[in-house]
């Protein structure tokens, strides 16, 4: 079975620093990897995947997410952070040829301060 | 207008009452989804549907039904409420398969005393 480990459960950072939010994951079969965001009061919504190909993603707002898979990581990471950054991330994985259920870890809370 | 809505967005209710979570889509997928989320421990899935004909437990369906009444409506009912049933609740939808992204409706907030 598979499952998702954030290392953190919440990140302080000040405002235009850089951030990283760690996630490592474990299955036994090939995998896709999501980040999610959810902002104070709302629904997830999807900041980026990787499905194949090149390990180094872009999503909205300035995120990115490297696969590694090597070392089971999919870390998520932005060069300067702003206040509306400020939310709860979750990085889920479903597996290759599965029926596509998602498993999400605990999610990080980042807090961007000014 | 948006594409996943759920009803209701708040609720409190007593231990012991029968409850239901309505959640509707247009955006024309197949499958639907429940699941909790509660402070610290992420989102678990509750139940999942693949068609009207096709429902499914998932990690923590007990305490709760379901009901696909059509390819756009997904019910969420428990039973008999107890307190540790007090949760936030995400309705989602999406294509087939494991590649495809989940779209999440704005949650209802069960409060149960």
Same mark, same amino acid.
């Given at each position: 079975?598979?499952? &998702?480990?954030?290392?953190? *459960?919440?990140?302080?950072?000040?405002?235009?620093?850089?951030?990283?939010?760690?996630?490592?994951? *474990?299955?036994?079969?090939?995998?896709?990897?999501?980040?999610?965001?959810?902002?104070?009061?709302?629904?997830?919504?999807?900041?980026?995947?990787?499905?194949?190909?090149?390990?180094? &993603?872009?999503?909205?707002?300035?995120?990115?997410?490297?696969?590694?898979? *090597?070392?089971?990581?999919?870390?998520?990471?932005?060069?300067?952070?702003?206040?509306?950054?400020?939310?709860?991330?979750?990085?889920? &994985? *479903?597996?290759?040829?599965?029926?596509?259920?998602?498993?999400?870890?605990?999610?990080?809370?980042?807090?961007?301060?000014? | 207008?948006?594409?996943?809505?759920?009803?209701?967005?708040?609720?409190?209710?007593?231990?012991?009452?029968?409850?239901? $979570?309505?959640?509707?889509?247009?955006?024309?997928?197949?499958?639907?989804?429940?699941?909790?989320?509660?402070?610290?421990?992420? $989102? /678990? $899935?509750?139940?999942?549907?693949?068609?009207?004909?096709?429902?499914?437990?998932?990690?923590?369906?007990?305490?709760?039904?379901?009901?696909?009444?059509?390819?756009?409506?997904?019910?969420?009912?428990?039973?008999?409420?107890?307190?540790?049933?007090?949760?936030?609740?995400?309705?989602?939808?999406?294509?087939?398969?494991? /590649?495809?992204?989940?779209?999440?409706?704005?949650?209802? /907030? $069960?409060?149960?005393?």
């Amino acid at each position: 079975a598979q499952s &998702v480990t954030q290392l953190d *459960s919440q990140v302080p950072v000040f405002e235009e620093a850089p951030v990283e939010l760690r996630c490592n994951y *474990s299955s036994s079969v090939s995998v896709y990897l999501f980040w999610y965001v959810q902002y104070p009061n709302q629904g997830l919504q999807l900041l980026l995947k990787y499905l194949s190909g090149s390990t180094l &993603v872009k999503g909205i707002n300035g995120f990115e997410a490297e696969f590694n898979k *090597s070392q089971t990581s999919f870390h998520l990471r932005k060069p300067s952070v702003h206040i509306s950054d400020t939310a709860e991330y979750f990085c889920a &994985v *479903s597996t290759v040829g599965s029926q596509g259920n998602l498993i999400f870890g605990k999610g990080t809370k980042l807090s961007v301060k000014p | 207008d948006a594409d996943v809505t759920q009803t209701p967005r708040n609720r409190i209710t007593k231990t012991g009452k029968r409850i239901m $979570l309505e959640c509707s889509q247009t955006k024309g997928h197949d499958r639907m989804y429940w699941y909790r989320q509660d402070p610290g421990l992420g $989102l /678990r $899935l509750i139940y999942y549907s693949f068609d009207v004909k096709d429902i499914n437990k998932g990690e923590i369906s007990d305490g709760y039904s379901v009901s696909r009444q059509a390819q756009a409506k997904f019910s969420l009912s428990l039973e008999s409420a107890i307190p540790n049933q007090t949760a936030l609740y995400f309705c989602a939808t999406s294509e087939g398969g494991g /590649r495809n992204e989940q779209f999440f409706g704005p949650g209802t /907030r $069960l409060t149960v005393l």
